[in-house]
């Protein structure tokens, strides 16, 4: 459903109610398994109010999609407003690899209904992206990663991170590959800090373990 105006509060919360309980089939795995009315029931909606809403499974995948997507750009600023910005950085990166392991089902869900949907999936995309880039370009003005690299980059090293969920022993893996990112982030000028100084050598730790703090 798109709207103009705002839902009326009983409208909003029982569309609320109908993407929650879609996430949570779409977390479990167990999508395809359901009628679409029956995520009327399970929400504690009528039928109409969910065809009313989404009209499709697609137009509901596409609608928890997009929640997914503005919650990840709203994690973004939170961590801008909260951390210096390489350790916002870093936060976010590692934030995104516990969110992978989380929620496989609901990606590997969404990936299947959203495959005729490529405009909204490059929307979502980009939408994310340009969070990722403000991260960036925020540490870089602080001189602590490196100008020469794009956001673009990060993206694609969380995509593959994300395709590759099936491998044994992936969250390991996971985990060295952001260590990998961030490591080949940092500025040449704040590498040496931290070589140089007792508190920098503890900040290299510190990148080890995501708080980038170089």
């Known amino acids: 459903m798109t709207a103009d105006k705002p839902l009326r509060a009983d409208a909003q919360r029982k569309r609320d109610a109908l993407l929650a309980t879609a996430r949570e089939v779409f977390d479990a795995g167990g999508f395809f398994d359901l009628r679409f009315d029956d995520f009327a029931r399970l929400a504690g909606v009528g039928t109409g109010t969910l065809y009313r809403h989404f009209p499709t499974r697609e137009a509901l995948a596409e609608a928890v999609y997009h929640g997914e997507i503005a919650a990840l750009c709203d994690r973004v600023r939170q961590l801008r407003a909260a951390l210096p910005a390489a350790e916002a950085l870093a936060t976010f990166l590692r934030g995104m690899v516990d969110h992978i392991d989380a929620h496989e089902g609901l990606a590997r869900t969404l990936s299947t209904l959203m495959a ?5 999936l490059t929307e979502g ?13 925020a540490a870089v003005r602080d001189g602590a990663v490196r100008d020469d690299v794009d956001a673009g980059a990060v993206m694609m090293a969380l995509h593959g991170i994300g395709a590759a969920h099936d491998r044994p022993g992936w969250r390991a893996e996971a985990d060295g590959v952001i ?4 490591d080949g982030l940092r500025s040449s000028y ?25």
């Open 116 to 120: 005729t949907r490529s405009g909204a």
């Open 125 to 137: 995309s980009r939408a994310l992206e340009q969070a990722v880039t403000d991260l960036v370009a």
């Open 179 to 182: 260590t990998l990112v961030l």
């Open 190 to 214: 704040s590498a040496q800090v931290a070589i140089r100084t007792p508190s920098g050598r503890r900040g290299a730790r510190g990148a080890n373990n995501g708080t980038a703090s170089s």
